[in-house]
């Protein structure tokens, strides 16, 4: 049908301009349709975002991240929260470091400790229960060889250890403000603030794919200042990794014209060869590199 | 069951893996070879690179060209307690008027021995760079010399030179070493 | 209708697939983590040979500000194995450690002669980068060593090293201002003059291993040149009054310096027998200390013509002068970069000298040194990474080196002796 009113629209456009307003309307509906099926009609009727009561650093990244929600409404979702257990979630590797801690759940649940010891037993928990998960996730999938699956392994244990210890601090570093802002709760830990990643728009927990990649990414680029003349240097290049998280595609749209340059995003891009985590869907992102924050 | 799709899934992924990097090699270099361990061979470009140790056993350099008994600077001077230092400001080789007076009294002592050839040393204090204080020096020494000149002292009595910032009387840093290293010294040539 | 193309425009662009879109706007190391394994013997070879190459090449691709070295004690299995084939590699245990290139090589004596052989390998896209064969003395484990490291920044930046390279400086150990050389890393001094007077100012011949510098050993600042090998010496010019700050043409055929035969300080060419080609500048003011542009079509100087020593360009060709506009009221010793861009000077501010550098248009002023003590005689490595100057920084003056941003500063002259006027050979 749409091809229709296109091969009509160039034949009959000037004779007829009737037939403009029927393409015009054509356009419109076939518009709405699109935005229905992407997604994006959600932006019209948003749905009662579901509060999120933490940054989980230490979960592996999910497609849909869902939203932040502003600070101070700690009474009424830890109810909802207690009622909706947990959001809906693709990855399975997720051990959730639990919002205001009810005593009851501590066993099950590592919930912001009160005390260091607590705390230790509760991240080891973690530590221990999200490599098992994962890796058992990866070998049924793809990974090649158990070269690569023991690095991939090796360095997702390190990665997490290390986001670990950045939650443990950042913890820390929250309930030394909290304790400061709000004199009354004892229980106002970092865990009290609802975060989610800012542009979240989905409903699971976790940074999102794009983001966790910019940092993969960022942490694989070494290039010294040294090697380069200039620092005005940019290139593009479109990533692509299947949904087992194996990159299928490294095409430079746009090289930087120094072939140093562009050969160490090679390597950085090389280097995560297979994600730690399954995207789950073909994970597309145009990566723009530079030295912006290199100039002086 | 289970495991052969582990299996399919193995090799899917050892394909992707292998077409990948047959792009990124393509991306560099057309001649990469087809295989996920590019380059096989071992000789590679060894060899190329031989040090020729042409002149690295002659370090041991040889110093018989220089003439050992050469003396101290050259020319041998000696100083003549009558004529007086004259001094300058930093940077400067203009003569002040009390420097203008010792060189009236030095003029004088001249034409009392016409037998003296005398040098004119130009000297400057260690601030500046030594190539430009080696200019000053000369600048110092010179006009030193024209003025004794314009007070009928023959020039062909009179040679200069300059040492710059070398030689100072105080080699200290301080602001008396300074003004007593910027000077112009008058020595009897032999 | 254009409503209607609009439209169409917003349907094509919503249509589409969105791919995401990341910017990354520096690099997360901004060092390459290297791996740099001992050479491994084949048969009897002294450690020491093995621990002077480990040492020197280190020191040279530290100071090269490019590289991390991975720790070595952190080092596996694949350090202690030969390999030098990339497919003999390991290089799922490097890729472990974060190195993102791993140096192996193999030594051996052959008939009293040294042979090295050393590769560098590409961790990630798991082949070989740059591989070479040394043959030589024994007592050239360094200098094979600081080849290779020239050889590493060659295949990592597309530009040699400059370690393979040698510093004069003046001196006065031995009681009087004489010439010595020694290697970038501070290594193998040996004392060159021994003209018991005053030795200043050298420079060497970009085509030959030659020095040219100033002496008042026969009573006036006389300008000699001397081949290094042989030890012949010749003095140049020895015109009435100043021969100093002799430099070499970048074609090695002339040689530019500052007179004072009709009482005046100016620059002059002459041939490099001495013979006199032509008067550059003729000006009542001081016109000292000549610096070549790389293309040997421009001479950078300093000349009180406007009041204080300032830096002047000269042009070769159209014989116009030009003020190198910078800012202070005493700058000197202008080094023109071998790239040609930037020129590096020692500028006198509150009575201490800085070095500093500019572009050729007196723009992008960047300071490199900031005190304690004088920082003088910048001159630039043959491949423009480093600047080599003198500096009483710590007390007496001393020879260092730093990278031409201002970082790295390392000292290279021995202790004591008063070091001063550094000059950097072309590549050996």
């Known amino acids: 049908m749409a091809d229709n009113h296109f091969q009509r629209r160039g034949a009959d456009f000037h004779s007829d301009p009737k037939i403009g307003w029927i393409v015009l309307l054509s356009l419109i509906l076939h518009l709405v349709l699109v935005l229905v099926f992407s997604g994006s009609f959600g932006h019209h009727n948003p749905p009662p975002k579901r509060p ?46 639990a919002a205001p801690p009810t005593p009851a759940k501590k066993a099950v649940q590592p919930s912001r400790p009160t005390t260091k010891a607590v705390k230790k037993t509760a991240t080891k928990a973690v530590r221990k229960a999200q490599p098992a998960a994962k890796t058992t996730a990866t ?103 299947n949904s087992a998280g194996v990159l299928t595609g490294k095409e430079f749209i746009k090289t930087s014209g120094d072939s140093t340059f562009d050969d160490s995003v090679t390597r950085a891009i090389l280097k995560s060869r297979q994600l730690e985590f399954n995207p789950g869907r073909q994970l597309q992102v145009t990566v723009t590199f530079n030295l912006k924050d290199l100039m002086d | 069951m289970k495991s052969f799709s582990k299996k399919a899934l193995l090799q899917l992924a050892l394909l992707l893996t292998a077409t990948l990097l047959l792009a990124s090699g393509c991306a560099k270099k057309p001649a990469a070879t087809t295989t996920a361990i590019p380059e096989t061979t071992v000789s590679e470009d060894m060899g190329q690179d031989m040090i020729q140790t042409e002149g690295l056993d002659e370090m041991d350099l040889s110093e018989t ?46 034409q009392a021995n016409p037998e003296l050839k005398i040098r004119i040393e130009g000297y400057c204090d260690e601030r500046g760079s030594d190539e430009y204080n080696l200019a000053l020096g000369q600048r110092r020494a010179l006009a030193a010399k024209s003025f004794m000149v314009s007070l009928g002292t023959d020039p062909q009595l009179l040679s200069v030179i300059s040492y710059g910032e070398e030689l100072p009387l105080d080699p200290t840093s301080s602001e008396e070493a300074y003004a007593l290293n910027r000077r112009a010294e008058f020595k009897a040539e032999r | 209708m254009r409503l209607l193309a609009l439209l169409s425009l917003v349907f094509l662009l919503l249509t589409a697939p969105a791919a995401a879109d990341i910017e990354i706007s520096a690099p997360g190391q901004q060092t390459i983590p290297l791996a740099s ?27 090269s500000g490019l590289f991390s070295l991975v720790e070595p004690n952190s080092f596996l299995s694949d350090a202690r194995r030969i390999g030098l084939n990339s497919s003999k590699v390991d290089f799922g245990q490097w890729r472990l450690l974060g190195a993102e290139g791993v140096i192996k090589g193999v030594c051996r004596l052959e008939k ?56 004069a400086y003046i001196s006065n150990t031995s009681g009087h201002k004489e010439l010595y050389l020694i290697d970038v890393d501070g290594r193998n001094g040996v004392r060159l003059t021994n003209h018991r007077s005053i030795v200043l100012n050298p420079d060497f ?53 500052t007179l004072s035969k009709e009482g005046n300080s100016d620059l002059h060419l002459l041939g490099t027998d001495g013979s ?70 020692s500028r006198l501010e509150k009575g201490r000298f800085d070095i500093f550098t500019v572009a050729v248009d007196g723009s992008d002023e960047r300071r490199l040194t900031f005190g304690p003590g004088n920082n003088e005689h910048p001159r630039w490595s043959p491949d423009g990474r480093f600047i080599v100057y003198s500096s009483d920084q710590s007390g007496a003056k001393a020879i260092y080196i730093m990278r031409a941003d201002g970082s790295g500063v390392t000292r290279i002259s021995p202790a004591g002796g008063d070091c001063n006027h550094p000059a950097w050979s072309g590549r050996w």
Not at chain 1, 170 to 193: Q, Y
Not at chain 3, 282 to 310: C, E, Y
């Open chain 3, 205 to 257: 011949s970009p085509t030959s291993k030659e020095l040219l510098f100033t002496s008042y050993r026969a009573g006036n600042p006389d300008l000699y040149r001397k081949a290094i090998y042989s030890g012949q010496e010749a003095r140049v010019s020895a015109r009435p009054g100043l021969n100093i700050a002799g430099r070499f043409r970048p074609d090695g055929r002339e040689i530019a310096l």
């Open chain 3, 112 to 167: 009293g002669k040294l042979v090295v052989e050393v590769r560098l390998f590409d961790v990630t896209h798991r082949r070989l980068l740059t591989g070479r064969r040394y043959v030589g003395a024994q007592t050239d484990v360094r200098r094979m060593a600081h080849r290779f490291a020239d050889q590493i920044l060659k295949s990592l930046t597309g530009e040699e090293g400059p370690f393979n390279s040698r510093i």
């Open chain 1, 52 to 97: 999120v009561y933490y940054v989980d650093l230490t979960q592996l990244p999910v497609a849909n991240p869902r939203a932040g929600r502003p600070d101070g409404q700690s009474g009424a979702p830890k109810a909802v929260k207690k009622s909706t257990p947990a959001p809906i979630k693709k990855t399975p590797p997720t051990v959730k470091r």
């Open chain 3, 37 to 63: 394994t001992k050479l491994l013997a084949q048969g009897m070879v002294p450690a020491q040979i093995v621990n002077d190459f480990d040492q020197t090449l280190n020191d040279d691709l530290l100071l």
């Open chain 2, 65 to 110: 060209a220089i003439d050992e008994s050469a003396s101290e600077y050259g020319v041998t001077t000696a100083a003549v307690s009558a004529l007086q230092n004259i001094s300058f400001e930093f940077d400067q080789y203009t003569l002040s008027a009390e420097a203008q007076d010792l060189l009236v009294s030095n003029a004088a002592y001249m």
């Open chain 1, 139 to 241: 070998s049924s999938q793809a990974s090649a060889n158990n070269d690569t699956n023991y690095q991939t392994a090796m360095s997702a244990v390190e990665k997490m250890r290390r986001n670990q210890k950045r939650a443990a601090l950042k913890e820390k570093l929250a309930a030394l403000a909290s304790s400061d802002s709000r004199t009354g709760t004892v229980a106002g830990g970092g865990s009290n603030a609802p975060l989610g990643m800012p542009d979240g728009t989905g409903d699971q927990a976790g940074v999102s794919q794009e983001r966790w990649l910019q940092a993969r990414l960022t942490k694989n680029w070494s290039l010294s200042k040294y090697q380069v003349v200039r620092r005005d240097l940019e290139c593009r290049v479109r990533i692509t990794y």
């Open chain 3, 276 to 345: 006199h080609h032509r008067q550059v500048t003729k000006h009542w003011s001081i016109d000292v200390d000549p610096s070549w542009s790389p293309a040997g079509d421009k001479l950078a100087f300093v000349s009180d013509r406007q009041g204080n020593p300032q830096i002047f360009i000269f042009d070769i060709f159209t014989k116009q002068v030009k003020r190198l506009p910078t800012a202070g009221k005493y700058n000197a010793t202008p080094a023109w970069s071998p790239k040609g861009d930037r020129i590096a000077f």
